[in-house]
């Protein structure tokens, strides 16, 4: 029978998952923005994030740029995220166990970071649930990591997160707003970079450490939760105002 205690209400909520196997991003606690399919994907339209595909009412953008459009829904995460909304539904799950304060305390002891989000943009999310997640966070030591593609219309979560972008220039325009962005770089970019605004870059040390020849072992792999550079917005001391990725 299905869980009748969730509603829709005007504002979006979240879902907190404690762990994760991710090996990009370590086991650190992460969020979907929504809790419901409807709230994710309505986040993500309402940014305006040029990777979303016309299927899900976005504009195609990232066809001029010859990439592939949002990995997060055509690929596991989606499937993983729908997989949490039906266990709710039927009840097999309660939304007590993804609640931030349960996930945040049951979070890897390793984790320095929370990752905001798997799926879905945190522009959509108020401030009040924002300043929910970021004090939580700071009672389990736990920081906020991650991009919005909705960095126009909040100026306000620019200490939080990184504004995402497809083009340099539109890093370059974030960064003269006072953020820190995110681009996307062809493979050959070099590990450093000047954006045409000159502003420093540099590639996902993940992301360059996976393209190289070197052995990679458990003990040397870089993830999100040991480099940290996506993290605390434009609060963090790096010189590096712009995160470029590898398409793909």
């Known amino acids: 029978m299905p869980n009748t205690t969730r509603h829709h209400t ?4 979240v879902l907190v998952q404690a762990t994760t196997k991710n090996r990009k991003t370590g086991n650190v606690p992460t969020i979907i923005v929504g809790q419901d399919i409807d709230d994710v994907k309505k986040s993500c339209l309402d940014s305006g994030c040029p990777l979303l595909s016309e299927k899900m009412g976005g504009s195609g953008e990232y066809k001029r740029h010859g990439i592939q459009p949002c990995y997060a829904h055509r690929a596991h995460v989606s499937w993983a995220t729908k997989s949490i909304f ?3 539904d039927k009840g097999t799950k309660q939304l007590s166990e993804y609640s931030i304060k349960h996930a945040f305390s049951n979070s890897s ?3 320095k ?5 798997s799926i879905g943009d945190c522009s959509s999310l108020s401030r009040k649930v924002i300043n929910k997640l970021v004090n939580v966070g700071k009672e389990y030591n736990l920081k906020p990591l ?3 593609a909705g960095w126009r219309q909040r100026p306000d979560l620019k200490d939080i997160v990184l504004a995402s972008n497809i083009t340099m220039k539109d890093a370059d ?5 006072g953020w820190r962005a995110t681009c996307q770089v062809p493979k050959g970019t070099a590990k450093r970079f000047t954006t045409p605004e000159g502003n420093k870059g540099i590639i996902c040390p993940e ?3 996976h393209h190289s020849v070197n052995r990679i072992g ?6 999100c939760n040991s480099c940290g550079l996506c993290s605390e917005g434009n609060q963090h001391k790096s010189r590096f105002k712009v995160i470029g990725f590898i398409n793909h």
């Open 146 to 148: 991650g991009y919005t």
């Open 10 to 13: 005007k504002d979006i909520n």
């Open 218 to 223: 458990k003990r040397n792999k870089i993830t």
């Open 86 to 88: 039906k266990a709710i």
């Open 113 to 117: 970071f929370f990752r905001l989000s």
């Open 173 to 177: 325009l974030a960064v003269s707003e």
């Open 207 to 209: 992301q360059t450490q």
């Open 109 to 111: 002891r390793h984790a």
